[in-house]
């Protein structure tokens, strides 16, 4: 496998960025919803930690995405989809991108106020 991407698939190094947030926002998600709901003890605010640490690396991960993007590009789009099919998964991508940026900073902003 490919560090870069090429005109059919995403190379190694985008589907290892691609699945490292995926797997760090997930556990963001789940662990955000628990620690709000643990009792203040020495483990709620190991979990608060925690949380930060990984906010904070999606951020970094998202930032190096974007510097990755830049550099390789990206597969074209799969012949014979609908316009309308094509402008729909573009946009939930696009959509994706702000959020995983405004998540992690907003998150930044609350824990600094
Ligand atoms: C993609 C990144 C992030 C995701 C998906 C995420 C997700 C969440 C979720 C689901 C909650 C629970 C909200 C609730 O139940 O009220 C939460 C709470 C929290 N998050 Fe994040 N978070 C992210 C990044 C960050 C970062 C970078 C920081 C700080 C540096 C942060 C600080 C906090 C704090 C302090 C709370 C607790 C709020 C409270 O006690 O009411 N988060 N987060």
Known sequence: MSAKSD???W?????????LIA????????????????KVS??????????????VTVLVLMLLRFAWRGIDGRPQAVPGVAP????????V???FYVALIVMPISGWVYNSA
């Open 7 to 9: 005109a059919t698939r």
């Open 11 to 19: 190379g190694s190094v985008a589907k290892c960025l691609h699945w």
């Open 23 to 38: 797997i760090a926002v997930i556990g963001l998600l789940v662990g955000g919803l628990t620690m709000t709901d643990m």
């Open 42 to 55: 020495p483990d709620k605010f190991r979990w608060y930690a925690l949380h930060k640490s990984f906010g």
């Open 84 to 91: 309308i099919v094509a402008f729909a998964a573009h946009s």
């Open 93 to 95: 991508h696009r959509l």
